[in-house]
Nanobody
């Protein structure tokens, strides 16, 4: 059974930073492209970033490019999302997932950016 457990969310002021983590189990993490998706309040899931198995290929949505950094440590089955220069519009529940639509995702971690 695939399990994804996110952590690291919280409440920060605009301009602040957070680092999210996601530990995967029940599948071959090192052979799986991984994704971060988020759900803003009252909206649907949206793709944020993804990283290839070897970290060679990385992509970001236009809204987070230059502010967020995705990374992974395959030896620890862990995916990360470093979020800097946070904006109020980054508020939402963040999920790690094994597909870009977030069909297989964890329970999520809440990120709130508010002054």
């Amino acid at each position: 059974e695939v399990q994804l457990v996110e952590s690291g969310g919280g409440e920060v002021q605009p301009g602040g930073s957070l680092r999210l983590s996601c530990v995967g189990s029940g599948f071959s993490f090192s052979n799986t492209r991984m994704y971060w998706v988020r759900q803003p309040p009252g909206k649907g899931l949206e793709w944020v970033s993804d990283i290839s198995e070897s970290s060679y290929s990385i992509s970001y949505s236009a809204s987070v490019k230059g502010r967020f950094t995705i990374s992974r440590t395959n030896a620890k089955n862990t995916l990360y999302l470093q979020m800097n220069s946070l904006k109020t519009e980054d508020t939402g529940v963040y999920y790690c997932a094994t597909d870009p639509s977030g069909t297989v995702r964890g329970q999520g971690t809440q990120v709130t950016v508010s002054s």
